[in-house]
């Protein structure tokens, strides 16, 4: 978990794999998905003031077509209150993760205390239900960032 918060441009399951010295990727991939599912606090606070809203698509791109043409790629919109970049691939079926992801890290982006993103990963992944590989690729998404009206708070 303190490799996990401790990446500025997000974890990826090889580099956990790598850390850990895991002999299998399902391994490090199932338990990084957990941890993506742990960054989503229960009862988050709805967006208020000014919110800035942006577009993008993930998927790169495709043949025949430049970078906004829409094919296969998943149009994503973030919201997030005025006042982090994900590098690696990204599958489709399992973006809702990233998403989550993504909003734990920008949400605690001004963080100065390191450890206290540790300690709030610690806290919510202890309050989840145990998650078996088999239903993480199966596309379970209770209480992510994408649930609830997306809001990254």
Do not use: C
């Not at 809203?53 to 094919?71: A, K, L, S």
């Amino acid at each position: 978990m303190w490799w996990v918060t401790a990446q500025k441009n997000g974890a990826s399951a090889l580099g956990l794999q790598r850390i850990l010295g895991l002999g299998s990727y399902e391994t490090a991939w199932t338990w990084l998905h957990k941890l993506r599912r742990a960054m989503v606090r229960p009862g988050r606070d709805l967006l208020s003031g000014e919110v800035e809203v942006d577009e993008t698509f993930v998927g790169g791109i495709e043949e025949g077509g430049g970078r906004r043409h829409v094919g296969r790629k998943a149009l994503i919109v973030i919201a997030a209150e005025v006042l982090g970049t994900h590098q690696g691939a990204v599958d489709r079926a399992y973006l809702p993760y990233y998403l989550d992801e993504f909003t734990f890290r920008f949400n605690r982006r001004t963080s100065r205390r390191r450890g206290m993103l540790f300690y709030r990963l610690v806290q919510q992944a202890a309050q989840l239900h145990p998650v078996a590989f088999h239903q993480l690729v199966g596309g379970s998404r209770q209480g992510s960032a994408t649930t609830g009206g997306g809001n990254l708070i």
